[in-house]
């Protein structure tokens, strides 16, 4: 991690409510081509708003990485393009934010923080990049996958596990299972929920059929034979995305890990003990934002200073976004499905 950056981060944080406010009340006295916009939302709601920005930013300064936040602008903008809500809205905000700062930073700190704003507002300039389907009917398991999925949105359960039993009794593998059809009816389901298709209640429904899915899985699995290594699981704290996690536990079981699964938003500390406790060969973070990335990086700290040979992993979206970050939060290893996330840890815990 950054250490200029990180602290910068910390000064955003501490003060992130003024410094939003005060972009703010410039922005109400801009005359912006969408100031209807500006008008209907409120005074709150474009803190809030403004806040997650600085949010945002306070991680990738941490980060060292402006690329982190200029995808994390460039994915509001398709958020904000789905909802009819003009580019120029996102434009003049990052633009008071970016005011707001210089005049409050010290001199030095602004200038860092311009490198990651003014790119950022750039990239707005163009249309944002609508990212493509994952369900590619050239795909292994389209059908599958498709017919899932609406079974998923119309909260059809019984449906979508009879597709799913009837796959495995036809002889397709739990691997081909999680990730062709699962994962990717997942990914769509987010990709769906970005442009405005489906709304976060429907998201929900599909994520519980999923979740009594993967169990109803874990019971039809086969195991190979424990071979006596183990693994502590978990998602970071502030991330409560954990169907990836449990994915890749789920697949360490198969290959005869023994699994502690803590499942999300586990907190520093008590992640700690865990590993003090149940001894793990070797733990697996997971993460689903952009903005769990210091979480990582704290978890990884806290448990090195605790075991400094205990080696960890991560994995989840952002790892797979931004090219080497899982060297920058301090990981031993990283690996971008549930298959590889057990040889990765095979190849570490053999170093040992
Ligand atoms: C379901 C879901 C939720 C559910 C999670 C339920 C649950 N129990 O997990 C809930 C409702 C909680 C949720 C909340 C939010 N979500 Co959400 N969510 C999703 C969604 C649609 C699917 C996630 C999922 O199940 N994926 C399927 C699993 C199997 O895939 P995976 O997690 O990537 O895991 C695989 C690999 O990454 C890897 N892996 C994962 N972990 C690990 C760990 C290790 C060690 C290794 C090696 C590998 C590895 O292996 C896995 C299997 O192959 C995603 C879309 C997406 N693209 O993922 C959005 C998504 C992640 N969410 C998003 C957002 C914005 C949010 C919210 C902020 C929304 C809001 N405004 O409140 C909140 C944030 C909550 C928080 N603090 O964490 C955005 C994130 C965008 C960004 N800028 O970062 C996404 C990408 C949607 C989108 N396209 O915009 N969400």
């Known amino acids: 991690m950054n250490e200029e950056g990180a602290f910068i981060g910390t000064i955003l944080d501490a003060s992130r409510k003024a410094y939003a406010a005060g972009a703010i009340l410039r922005l109400q006295e801009m005359s912006i081509q969408s100031s209807g916009f500006v008008d209907s939302w409120g005074f709150g709601a474009l803190v ?21 936040f200029a995808l994390d602008v ?16 996102l434009q003049a905000e990052l633009k008071c934010l970016c005011d707001e700062l210089q005049e409050s930073l010290p001199e030095h700190a602004t200038i860092l923080v311009r490198g990651y704003l003014e790119p950022a507002i750039e990239r707005l ?7 493509p389907s994952m369900l590619d009917s050239e795909g292994p398991h389209y059908q599958l996958a498709h017919s899932f999925l609406k079974a998923l949105l119309q909260g059809r359960r019984s449906s979508a596990q009879r597709l799913i039993l009837d796959a495995l009794a036809d002889g397709i593998s739990f691997g081909e299972l999680h990730h062709h059809v699962i994962t990717k009816v997942q990914v769509e389901v987010g990709r769906m929920w970005q442009h405005g298709e489906v709304y976060i209640a429907e998201e929900h429904l599909g994520s519980r059929i999923v979740e009594d899915m993967l169990a109803l899985l874990r019971m039809k699995a086969t195991y190979e034979q424990r071979e006596g ?9 502030g991330n409560l995305h954990d169907i990836g996690a449990r994915v890749v536990s789920d697949h360490f079981e198969m290959c005869g890990w023994e699994s502690f699964f803590l499942g999300a938003n586990t907190p520093v500390p008590d992640l700690v003990r ?7 060969d070797i733990v697996a973070l997971s993460i689903g934002l952009t903005s769990n990335v210091r979480a990582t990086s704290d978890t990884i700290n806290a448990l090195k200073a605790s075991d400094p040979d205990l080696p960890v992993i991560v994995g989840g979206r952002p ?12 990981a031993d290893g990283c690996a971008g499905d549930a298959a590889s996330a057990v040889v990765e840890a095979l190849r570490l815990t053999s170093k040992k």
């Open 48 to 68: 809030d708003d403004a806040e997650l920005r600085l949010e945002h930013l306070a991680e990738a300064l941490a980060a060292g990485r402006p690329e982190l």
């Open 74 to 89: 460039e994915w509001i903008a398709t958020t904000h393009e789905a909802r009819d809500i003009p580019s120029a809205v």
């Open 125 to 131: 300039a163009s249309p944002p990049q609508v990212p």
């Open 229 to 237: 290594r183990s693994v502590l699981i978990a998602s970071v704290a």
């Open 274 to 280: 865990a590993a003090e406790d149940f001894k793990p």
């Open 319 to 330: 790892f797979a976004m931004v090219e080497n970050l899982w060297e920058d939060v301090g």
